[in-house]
């Protein structure tokens, strides 16, 4: 039996990535150690973390004016360097969050510990269903910056495109959606992500940095927690995980092979279109998050009641459909589908669904 | 031909803890999925953390009143953890630095932004070649903690022993010699480890702190920087580096199954004997360290010219023994003896000086 992953991450990773992690596991390029025992001030690794860039330049194509670090810890980790980073850049030490979810107010939270923050939009009177509207608000122009998730994976929304946010730094927590459609790079001041689930395995983050916004941090920020240490030592001013960066540069590889992000986008598109098609179809499926706010990475709805979720959940276990449970802060199912989960994948998944409703409905 | 890998860090790892990885890399105890790519809240990754904690208090012997903290970065975030956590204990916001090394050195610059930082002993003006002895100074009691590294892998040097630190908690840097010999826990306050060395792979660091050292973190300590947070979550605030967590449970198993830290400690000084000996027998290559303080992890040494050096290390390769190269801050040539080296690697090497000896000496 084919078994899908369905987790929100850590998530599947492209199945041929796995295999040649696996192939070359224990003698990586011929040197006849591992890529996780070779130091990584090494030739040889350097070498692979110049390529790794080079190809998230090629497959992203964020432009020059940013640098590509490669952050201890994961997006929470970023929730803390981001206001240790930039609220120091205007005078005010303000910043501005849209809440749209359980971790845009997590990030809030932390920055809460560095400067003024103003909630500028909240999503969460309608329980986060909906992406709030930003374009009748005006923004304070003394804030230094302005953060948003742009995929919210517990609640299934997803921005479609960033809001104009009025000349005020974008910084993006992008971690459920980074590298799956093409975007501009025009918008953003910093973009972040957790590698777990489009990128790699988990304990590592990539932040995307505008030049312009390094080396603002103060003078009692800790060294690893100041992008620029990273910028200026090659994400290697200390032991860097190595693994989790070899990993990404399998997964790059396999995303230009793939053919990029309009790809990307496109089988997110078809993929997701599945699943909602089955939803929308349903009386007995119901779907989370409204319509116009959709996510394409993570597909959320509910049951009628918990004993037949229980029972949607442990068939679908039992059919190779691994980790549909929703986020425990909100219940129901969740079918993450980033870009490594084949279509087949979600065939199998909405055919089950059909199934399920049919017999059990 | 056989290769031995004498990295420093990132460093060779038990050769059947590698084999286990790759062999059940695509299906992780049946489940289908590989281990990275599990949710770090399935009930199978919590058991698998939950048993890495017991098998780490097996091996190591460490008592119950100290918590077992996996942190995100390596022992360079624990430079920024440890003052942001302790130096709170006492009103003097003061800690003591033991320097014996660059890592030292960086541990203490890093800490100078939270407090008041005394440098109690330097070996730096012998190059640190030497410990100092700390027997002979009164340590101000007012002060938070101490803070020591155990092992000095730049320098070759390592304590045998901790000195008596009058009651001032003792925090130690392990990361080059956690668990390669029994211990006293009793003298401990914090100890603290990236995994790259004894445990496991990069990107990940044990905390092992005395459970009333906990909770006197700041207001303004980011989230993930506090270790109450991570005696709290079990480790799991956010998701973790779960890829290291795995790979560090079976580098304990393998510890265990091989003997424990008596069995380590009895291999570590048969295999540091025997490249002391073939440098102590020769008037071509000079050991570095004082013979008093000569680590049983890194051995160091130089040649008589940088010429010699490079057809030293150019031949090594050539013979499969890897990374001999020194630190880029020392030069000279550094074997890295941890563990996961068996004594076989270290004949080879020792062979391999003597002969070099005999042919280009």
Redesign the interface.
Known sequence: ?T?Y?F???????PLPV??Q??KE??DWRG????V???????KEFIALLAETDELFRQVSGVPENFAILYC??????Q???VP?NLIGLRPARKALYVETGNFAQRARQ?AE??GEIEVVASGEAGNFARLPDLRSLTLDKTASYIHLTSNNTLYGTQWTSYPDTQGIPLVVDATSDILSRPMDWNQIGVLYA?A?KNLG????AMAIVRKDLLGHAG???????DYQTYAQNQSM????????MY?INLVLKWQLQEGGLKVMQQRSLEKARLLYETLDQSSFYQGTADPQHRSLMNVTFVLPNEALLELFLSEALAN?L??LKGH?AVGGVRASIYNPMPLAGVRVLADFMQQFEKTRG
């Not at 996780?36 to 090494?42: K, L, M």
């Not at 395995?201 to 590592?204: E, F, K, L, Q, R």
């Open positions: 039996m078994v992953n987790a929100a991450g850590p998530a599947m990773l796995m295999r992690i696996q596991f224990l040197l006849g150690i591992s996780i025992e070779i130091s990584h001030r090494s201890h810890g994961g997006a929470q980790m929730f803390s360097m240790m932390e510990k560095f957790g777990q395995p988990a304990g590592i003078p009692h920020c800790p060294r690893l927690m001013a200390n032991t860097p995980n190595t693994f989790a990993a190779g691994v980790a425990r």
